[in-house]
């Protein structure tokens, strides 16, 4: 019984998608629910699976192409497929497919490079998934024989590019990494964005978490006591108290919005996503972990939806994580401004005449100084600081 594979009902926000993936070959058994392909959208990567035990007969559309929504992109066989392949196994005898077989495992850029060279790409190994000829396997064809493919090249010169150790791979950009560009670039290009910076001591919050860590964990089935839900607190009172952070412009409007969605930067493979949590001012800190630790599973898995990415009055990204010890983040369009969190690191610092080592995080807050004044930026940084420095005052619901 033949089926026909669509692309996923896009939401009306995205128009189409690109097939990112195929997992599967025509002709490969695949079983019921089984990945067989990635459809890769300008917010996340959809996955479609195999409706029933079978077979693809038929790709309709291949990787790189795009699909609008619910287009049809293959046809599907149901079936039982057998395990040890013998069907499979029938082709390989003949001699001619096997130059049919090559032709098919070799990437358009290998392709072309082996025709300049007259390297025969049967005879190379590949590197590529199901033993496609990559572009780098020619060069490195071409690197290990070069007794051959010297005779064949009229000019040295064209020899020495192609059998030279300075390769180059040129990959087309994904569609989340190109939207990612585009939106940065607009936020640059379209505000007046301005960044300020404080410092906050981490040593009153270090020594809550390592004090409380414990009873907190029993007390909410297992929610481990982190660094962002007290930032994500902080940050939520001190938009109340500054509501004007919390808007966003819309042409000739401010528009303010009575609620707190504050979006989490989560890095993944693909690119930078940024989940929302929805209304944090009501979250305790155990929610706003258990969601967040959430999200980053998810989003690592490409499993996040488009909602919830979707919206958001205010962000907060932490490149502490990755080591980062001072930065100046791009706004998340429309919102008026970005929170940044940096490295913590022990430094010198004067208290009361004295000199002492404490545990210092520099945060920086990016705004749109069109809505923005500088004095309340400052203002709301400063809260963020004085809530930190006195965590006493954020609620631990224990």
Do not use: C
Request: no cysteine; hydrophobic share 45%.
């Amino acid at each position: 019984m033949s089926i026909e594979i669509k692309a996923p009902t896009f939401p009306e926000s995205v128009a189409d998608g690109t097939v990112a993936t195929w997992h599967k070959k025509p002709g490969e058994a695949v079983k019921r629910d089984e990945l067989i392909v990635d459809i890769e959208t300008d917010k996340v990567v959809l996955e479609v699976v195999a409706p029933a035990d079978g077979s693809i007969a038929e790709i309709i559309k291949g990787e790189g192409e795009t699909v609008l929504s619910n287009e049809v992109i293959a046809r599907f066989v149901e079936g039982a497929v057998a395990t040890g392949t013998p069907a499979a196994s029938t082709p390989a005898p003949a001699a001619a497919p096997v130059a049919a077989t090559a032709e098919k495992l070799v990437n358009p850029a290998a392709r072309k490079m082996a025709e300049e060279n007259n390297v025969n790409t049967a005879v190379v190994a590949g590197s590529g998934k199901d033993g496609r000829v990559t572009k780098e396997d020619v060069a490195n064809h071409l690197k290990s024989a070069p007794a051959v493919i010297a005779p064949a090249a009229p000019v040295p010169v064209a020899a020495i590019e192609a059998v030279g150790d300075r390769v180059e791979k040129r990959v087309p950009m994904t569609r989340l990494r190109k939207r990612i560009a585009e939106r940065l670039l607009e936020a640059s290009s379209t505000t007046a964005m301005l960044t300020t910076f404080n410092e906050v001591n981490m040593a009153p919050v270090m020594a809550l978490r390592a004090k409380y860590k414990d009873q907190f964990e029993k007390a909410h089935n297992g929610s481990r006591l982190g660094f962002m839900s007290f930032f994500v607190k902080a940050a939520a009172e001190a938009l109340r108290r500054f509501p004007v952070v919390n808007a966003s412009i819309d042409n000739n409007d401010v528009v303010y919005h009575g609620y707190q969605d504050i979006g989490v930067a989560v890095s993944t493979e693909k690119g930078l996503v940024v989940p929302v949590l929805r209304n944090a001012e009501n979250m305790s800190l155990a929610t706003i972990e258990n969601t967040i630790r959430d999200f980053g599973l998810r989003a690592r898995d490409g499993k996040l939806g488009i909602e919830e990415m979707s919206g958001g009055t205010f962000t907060i990204t932490n490149g502490g994580v990755f080591g980062s010890l001072l930065s100046t983040p791009i706004l998340n369009l429309p919102q008026s401004a970005i929170l940044g969190m940096h490295k913590i690191q022990e430094r010198p610092m004067a208290v009361n005449g004295k000199v002492e080592i404490l545990p210092m995080m520099y945060l920086a807050l990016s705004y749109d100084h069109r809505l923005l004044d500088g004095k309340e930026a400052v203002q709301f940084l400063v809260t963020i600081k004085d809530l930190l420095e006195d965590p006493a005052r954020i609620l631990l619901e224990i």
